[in-house]
């Protein structure tokens, strides 16, 4: 609606397939393909699936980025690419920014404009707070040659970086601290209330937009499970995972809110139900 054709996207690990598979459309015959780097050879992955060992497919899967061009029922389009990134979180950052100059150099989208490309970056609280590459990046955001025209900072702040807690790994309030520096606005919104997260990030997208600024959302959430798929959290943050445990799903909170906002059940579980019919559909595309 204000005129953005193309985002650029950077981003960690954590999240990644799902950001690639219902973000930027991947397909999951592709994703799937990647684990054994079989390059999209179904009778191979088939083949694999019931004879060899994939505890040990490493983590190129993670790696890899991707490029799509949304529709949307207005007729507008949008393209996007998420930015290959080796997991070394950060890294990628300013490549991404210098993959939006480029594109609205080519576009001659620069000056005081920039508002047809954009990029959204991705952090981890711990990283956001603790890499260097941030605030070097954020520095740059007004110097003439690097202006992009403002970032989306969109921090996952789940509140663990790794197994330490915030206290034991930064000396600010908020790990979305950085950004007073640049005098950014910074939304801090609970990651449990999906339509709060929503609204947020449009008033971000607005705000970019309108003032060419860089703009930080603090997504307060948590990690319902560990780190990884042998880290158990209740070693680390014992306090903090038997509250996690107790917590309702993010999916059930937005159900009640639903209904508290006149919805029906029946549009609850059509809504549910075209998610399962989605995961059948590719499940069964794929096998």
Known sequence: EFGLEDVVIAMPHRGRLNVLANVLKKPLKQVFS????SHYDIEKILEELESQDWSSSGDVKYHLGAHSTREYGDGKSV????EANPSHLETVGPIALGRTRAKQFFRGDTEEQFNEVMPILMHGDAAFAGQGVCYESMQLAKVKDFNVGGTIHIVVNNQVGFTTNPWNSRSTEYCSDLGKT???PIFHVNGDDGFAVVEACEMAAEFRQKFNTDVV???????RFGHNEIDNPDFTQPKLYEAVRKQESSESKAATEMLKQGHSQQEIDDIRNMITYVVIFFYFDFF
């Open 182 to 184: 640049f005098n950014c």
């Open 79 to 82: 393209s996007m690419s998420l």
């Open 34 to 37: 990647e684990f054994r780097d």
């Open 217 to 223: 959302i603090d997504i307060v959430c948590f990690r």
